[in-house]
């Protein structure tokens, strides 16, 4: 019953999206195409296991103060050095779905996600179809952390809000 109201609200957010203009001009007009990156996204949240926030939610959280760590997964150099949502830190994850983690790396993340497993974790990439952000999502509910959120827009939604950006470290 729980699996079956998770999968039918993550269809409803996944029409939502489709159906607002936004959404269409940054995805294309391409029907076909548009359903594919919604039931890539919907699939990646059920096999994941985490929540989503939205552009405009994650900014009223951070006006809030709300104690959450942000973390973007885009490369350093090409992107979170150029522009970053403010107080985010950075880790990069590949694009791929991440099948399995080394020890090494999965040390570093737990590190940066901290002893505090019930601390709000927001993830983020640069654009819907990325799923850099995923992979982070659910690789810190695999790890046992419990208030895990993908921001699926990422910077590219974060920019055309007219939100502000950091630059450099």
């Not at 830190?89 to 996600?113: C, H, N, S, Y």
Request: proline share 4%; glycine share 8%.
């Amino acid at each position: 019953m729980k699996t079956s109201l998770h999968m039918s609200l993550l269809l409803l957010v996944a029409i939502m999206l489709l159906t607002t203009q936004s959404a269409l001009a940054g995805w294309g007009s391409k029907e076909l195409e548009t359903e594919k990156i919604a039931v890539k996204f919907a699939r990646e949240i059920e096999r994941g296991s985490y929540q989503i926030v939205s552009t405009d939610e994650l900014h009223n959280l951070i006006d809030q103060g709300n104690n959450m760590l942000i973390i973007d997964t885009m490369p350093y150099e090409a992107s979170y050095l150029k522009q970053h949502i403010p107080g985010a830190v950075q880790f990069e994850l590949p694009i791929p779905e991440l099948t399995e983690m080394d020890g090494e790396t999965k040390a570093r993340f737990e590190t940066l996600l901290g002893a505090d497993k019930n601390r709000q974790l927001v993830f983020y990439c640069g654009f819907t179809k990325c799923s850099r952000s995923h992979n982070g999502a659910m690789w810190a509910v695999k790890l046992g952390y419990t208030n895990v959120y993908r921001c699926p827009g990422g910077i590219k939604a974060w920019t055309e809000a007219d939100f502000p950006v950091e630059k450099g470290k």
